[in-house]
């Protein structure tokens, strides 16, 4: 190319906007610094605009990064100089909400706020909810299979998603946006880009599947000695059919301490020094009933379960309060600069166990080492921080990870529950992913990406 | 080889059972009368004889069909002489249940009616069902991707499956047991395997998510208009928290009137002649609750869906009688010899104008023609019988194809809803299905199975 890549691409591209290094500079690049290291973000406004771009990226062998909200937490939008951003966020059409066939057709580059809301005038909802809804795109979601509160109940992105059309590296479009559940015809490839994070295509619209909105939502907090307790309170709640539980939220001792100093939270009677604290919500056809049903439950299961102590929210504003004890994780960050965090998926009945043992192995590392944990209790999805300044040495980091990730695979966990690997689960991936897995999403991104176009770098190992 | 086959497979796989054709042709073979056709069947009794198997078949160039319950419709599993049968019924134990995790681990070829019992001992359940449920096993259900009644709520078997072993070609082992909802470590290429009807690998152990049982269930007979008024009645129910719609089944009036004769059907009051009957399941926590919910709710809903007439069942064995109208549908067999018989998905919103339009279609070819169409309401899965004597030519068959499938893609429908493709529908998918996806699938079919030692010919079109 004559001229400098942003001109090239501003003449090959007429229809979209770009942006050179120098704009980049001065734009939020969202939670990974890394994301704006790229020398051009082009934002192009429709499928037609990111074929063209994918086209011209592998003609010229530049490699290209998809990015939606920027609101990864693995570096899977990360950056660099030489590389062009495919930015979705011209992509933002909602296309049809169809209410009797529960199912919403949009581009990429909808937030899943503005989806919840278009769904909400319908008495509907797309059934995940997370805490970065505001900026999160439903492509960057279908991209990083995004789970969030609601997954044990409704499963995570990957079974949201009805259909989905995506640009493949070579410029083809990929068009699968059957809007029914049942399909049973031929390999079903959608799942290929499903937590794939770009490396094999772009994805440019989705097809999401929706469910009828609960009348309302009571919420209560309880004390727990253990996470086996807890679970004996999900499996009650869960096995009546008169109301549905809607969230189970568990957060250990030294989580819910930092959140209850940082918040300053006094519910008063509570007593929050519980080694653990469940945030349960319940959703019934009237208020009334919802708080009726849990009041119950938890009577009946107190003495089963050994519950230390529960409060039902009586307020909105009180349930409200509950759940920012579990959701300004934040705080976290406010207590520790960059502390080294991680995501995992612990088998049920293991839970316990498994936290004893990372506590301890994590001790045996550093003596002052004491990690926040909490997370999605109904699903085994846990959140770890360590309750120290980073980001530590490589070799810190991969020592935390070791005591972190030893054996969860084997016994059925994951060492990636809902944020992918990105760049930051590289290593972990090369060293906790099953062989023969590996070897074959080698191959796949080979064959399907061998010019490496996609995201090269992230997620797969290889070149 | 200087044995014959069946001889050189029983030298080299003295761990397995080995049936020659002399034998195959004295046995049951299933659904399908070519499922026998080979000229062995192998029945290894753990994972490392499958991979055995799998080896000595890619050494001798040799292909190989994996059978289950050999209850698939669609011919997935039909072989022919030179094949080997891979019979999975020895890999029959299930392994673990953990009621916390709400997980089952087994073999593939547990039946999904065994699997069921075993849940039950907890109060749990697999979430899917199926007629075929004392034969059909967990292997073959996820190898088509089964759906059946309840797969509107809990989806289908792609969506049950939280993690699985697969023997591929070459003999490696995939091995994905995740036993948790939430991964996203890397790309999840179990997918690959879920639905590809044994073309790129043998499942061979499967991880399960199970759901809480319902403490007991109503069922309902009610006469409607249309499909439109009965996912009126649908989303009334889905609407509710206070009790669990289970069953949303729908019955054309051919089909009804078919049955109804068939099985001596005799309601009383109640009029079979309406355009449409829905029979409807609700679970609740006791049954007198989930028959008010159920009454309660037809009765606020009466005029809005323009109800014709209804009936809660009373008893156990008015509601069993009111299943077997909608699940006797070998009545359409004894009707009818071969009937030409489809599975397709139609977007919710589009039922009663597909009907109309298929119904004048058929007519169209064959005055005569007045199909049966009943099916799965909620997730929009028809079963569609012509009402004539089968076979019918290659051309006819091709015709009636046309009026089916034709612009049912593009409107987010689906050609093969459930069944697979198999053989029966191989000729459909090169019309119907995306091209860029059958591309897509060839170059992965040539990639895992270069040569083509598993179940060739089926699905994927290509050598």
């Known amino acids: 190319m004559s001229e400098s890549l942003p001109a090239s691409l501003l003449t090959a591209l007429p229809d979209s906007s770009v942006w050179d290094a120098t704009e980049l500079a001065t734009r939020d690049p969202g939670f990974d610094a890394r994301n704006f290291g790229a020398s051009a973000l082009v934002r192009p406004r429709d499928v037609e605009g990111v074929a063209a771009l994918v086209r011209f990226c592998a003609e010229h062998g530049i490699s290209l990064v998809a990015q939606g909200g920027r609101t990864g937490l693995a570096g899977g939008a990360a950056t660099s100089a030489g590389q062009v951003i495919c930015d979705l966020g011209g992509l933002n059409r909602i296309e049809e909400i169809d209410p009797f066939a529960r199912v919403a057709i949009m581009q990429a580059g909808v937030t899943l706020g503005a989806l919840q809301e278009a769904c909400a005038l319908h008495g509907l909802d797309p059934g995940i909810d997370l805490a970065a809804r505001g900026s999160a795109t439903i492509g960057g979601m279908v991209s990083t299979n995004a789970g969030g509160i609601r997954a044990f109940r409704n499963g995570t992105m990957r079974h949201r998603v009805l259909g989905l059309e995506a640009v493949l590296p070579d410029g083809r479009v990929f068009c699968d946006l059957t809007r029914v559940l049942k399909t049973s015809a031929g390999y079903d490839l959608k799942h290929l880009f499903i937590g794939a994070e770009g490396t094999l295509g772009i994805v440019t619209r989705v097809a999401v599947r929706l469910d009828q909105v609960v009348g309302a939502s009571a919420t209560a907090l309880v004390g727990v000695p253990d996470a086996a307790s807890a679970q004996r309170i999900v499996r009650h709640f869960l096995g009546s059919t008169s109301a549905r539980l809607t969230a189970a939220e568990i957060l250990w001792r030294n989580f819910a301490a930092l959140m209850q100093r940082a918040l300053n939270y006094a519910p008063g009677q509570l007593p929050l020094d519980a080694p653990c604290l469940l945030v349960l919500g319940l959703g019934a056809d009237r208020m009334e009933s919802a708080r009726g049903v849990l009041e119950d439950g938890l009577a009946a299961i107190w003495e089963e379960a050994g519950i230390v102590d529960g409060l039902v929210a009586s307020s909105d504003a009180q349930a409200a309060a509950m759940w920012r004890l579990r959701e300004e994780t934040q705080q976290i960050e406010h207590a520790h600069h960059s502390p080294p965090s991680f995501d995992v998926s612990v088998p049920g009945g293991a839970m316990d166990a498994y936290v004893a043992r990372i506590e301890a192995g994590l001790r045996k590392l550093d003596a002052a080492y004491a990690p926040y944990v909490y997370g999605h209790l109904a699903d085994g999805n846990l959140h770890i921080s ?52 590996q070897d074959l999403a080698r191959m796949i991104k080979e064959l399907i990406d061998p010019g490496h176009v996609m995201n090269p770098g992230k997620v797969v190992s290889g070149k």
């Open 386 to 437: 360590i309750n120290c300044d980073g980001p530590v040495s490589h070799e810190r980091h991969t020592a935390i990870e070791d005591v972190l990730y030893e054996g969860l695979r084997e016994a059925g966990g994951s060492f990636s529950a809902e944020h992918g690997v990105g760049l930051e689960k590289r290593d972990a991936y090369e060293r906790y992913a099953d062989p023969v897995k």
